[in-house]
């Protein structure tokens, strides 16, 4: 009789994850020392040293942040749900692999904005997660209303979104990049309030996705506690 396998998912999709990570990074590297510093009078659009740079920060820190939850677990003793880490390699693949090095930030209408969607709603369940992990927890007692609750979950998806466009602000500045979005691909700057444009839409996906995740999560909560009562 043969024995049913069961998959782990949360190595499958890290070790994917991992190796294109890895691989990105030889690519890129090679990539460095074949293109051009600047854009030349073609016509056609070529990458440069400069793309080439943002796609190499993009992947050693995603190697850096795709490490984070596991060092959480084992600084603090807590367990963190598989399908967190499922949802958050995910993200991570879907940013760094597909938006920067596949250039899915250009060519896809919206990708930007439907990872931030994606990343509100992520950030809001692990607010929720978080809560209910210290709940668990032994040593510490807590018996938090489901609006608190609710309201942790939204200000900590809005508090990640607001770092990480400090985050891009910081390296934009710093290496003359375009994380932010502020010129075209071509080198174009881009002025007034359309600069301002793609991090204030950024923020303002963040937020609602993250108030429907909270909304939701509220609901379910307080309809838990009343049929507690009963």
């Known amino acids: 009789m043969l024995k049913k396998i069961k998959w782990n998912w949360r190595k499958i999709f890290g070790l994917i994850l991992f190796i294109t990570l890895i691989a990105s990074?030889?690519?890129i590297i090679i990539m460095l020392f074949l293109s051009p510093s600047g854009i030349s009078g073609s016509e056609t659009f070529i990458h440069v040293k400069s793309h080439y740079t943002l796609m190499l920060i993009q992947c050693v820190l995603g190697l850096v942040v795709m490490m984070i939850p596991t060092f959480i677990e084992r600084k603090f003793s807590i367990s963190i749900p598989n399908y967190m880490y499922v949802l958050y390699f995910i993200f991570l693949y879907c940013a760094i692999y597909l938006g920067e090095v596949r250039s899915f930030y250009y060519l896809i209408p919206y990708w930007d904005t439907i990872l931030?969607?994606?990343?509100?709603?992520m950030l809001g369940a692990l607010g929720f997660s978080l809560i209910s992990i210290l709940n668990n927890t032994k040593d510490i007692?807590?018996?938090l209303s489901p609006f608190f609750v609710s309201l942790f979950a939204f200000c900590f998806a809005m508090a990640a979104g607001a770092i990480w466009e400090i985050y891009e602000f910081s390296v934009d500045s710093l290496l003359s990049?375009?994380?932010q979005k502020y010129m075209l691909e071509d080198g174009t700057p881009l002025i007034g309030q359309e600069a301002l444009a793609d991090t204030m839409k950024d923020i303002i996906v963040d937020a609602i996705s993250a108030f429907v995740i909270s909304t939701a999560g509220y609901i379910v909560n307080k309809t838990a506690v009343i049929s507690n009562k009963k």
């Open 141 to 143: 007692n807590l018996e």
């Open 116 to 121: 931030h969607a994606f990343s509100g709603a």
């Open 177 to 179: 990049l375009n994380m």
């Open 25 to 27: 990074i030889v690519y």
